[in-house]
């Protein structure tokens, strides 16, 4: 059973700097991407940043110059450093790992808050 634990969220102003920390329970190195997905009330799910074992790195476009993603195999972790925060990243931020086989792994997601 894969775990994802995610920690790092919280409150902060905009302009301010987040960093949000993924451990699994697994040897990452051994799956396809891990990275990070969002959440907004009454919105879907969006990815935010992704990265793969041979590091690979996908951004939003909307985090592009702000966010960036990192990976730690020896501590099977992954990172998002998210600076300059806006308003609008507000949600919950969801750590998901994904097999070769594209089964996707959740972690129990935690918060970010940006106050204007």
């Known amino acids: 059973q894969v775990q994802l634990v995610e920690s790092g969220g919280g409150l902060v102003q905009a302009g301010g700097s987040l960093r949000l920390s993924c451990a699994a329970s697994t040897n990452i190195f051994s799956f396809n991407a891990m990275g990070w997905y969002r959440q907004a009330p009454g919105k879907q799910r969006e990815l935010v940043a992704t990265?793969?074992?041979?590091?690979?790195?996908t951004l939003a476009d909307s985090v592009k110059g702000r966010f960036t993603i990192s990976r730690d195999n020896a501590k099977n972790t992954v990172y998002l450093q998210m600076n300059t925060l806006k308003p609008d990243d507000t949600a919950v931020y969801y750590c998901g790992l994904r097999s070769w086989a594209s089964d996707y792994y959740w972690g129990q997601g935690t918060q970010v808050t940006v106050s204007s």
């Open positions: 990265i793969t074992s041979g590091g690979l790195i």
